[in-house]
């Protein structure tokens, strides 16, 4: 499950970065833009449930595999990274055309945010 849902919600992430950045690239006055944005927040908070689900069965894996919950580390510093990044993006205020913009290049951002986490997670350790 650990791995599983990790690499799920990776998919995931960059399937909403696809979903947000066409939806920027082909601008405010194209008539798929809302739903692609409405499908890409889905997405978005879908794979922030899987890595969530990944997380909790990693927590359930260390208590069994060394009798501790987590331990600081670079892994646990890389997961609080996404966690906060999605967090971030998720909850971003509304209100101006400008911060509908920004809001939309930094959800856009969110599958390589995570993919380079991966990629980092792969290289230090």
């Not at 399937?15 to 809302?34: C, I, L, V, W, Y």
């Not at 978005?44 to 208590?63: D, R």
């Not at 509908?100 to 945010?113: A, C, E, N, P, W």
Request: proline share 2%; hydrophobic share 50%.
């Amino acid at each position: 499950i650990f791995s599983g849902t990790r690499i799920a919600s990776l998919a995931g992430m960059l399937f909403s970065s696809a979903h947000f950045f066409q939806s920027f690239m082909e601008g405010e006055n194209n008539t798929n833009r809302p739903e692609l944005i409405q499908r890409g927040r889905n997405f978005l908070v879908l794979s922030a449930l899987l890595f969530l689900i990944s997380e909790y069965a990693g927590i359930l894996w260390c208590q069994n595999g060394w009798g501790d919950l987590w331990r600081w580390g670079i892994n646990f510093f890389q997961s609080t990274v996404i966690i906060l990044w999605i967090m971030l993006v998720v909850h971003l205020p509304s209100g101006s055309r400008r911060a509908d913009k920004v809001k939309t290049i930094m959800r856009s951002m969110s599958g390589l945010v995570v993919l380079s986490q991966f990629f980092m997670r792969g290289l230090i350790g």
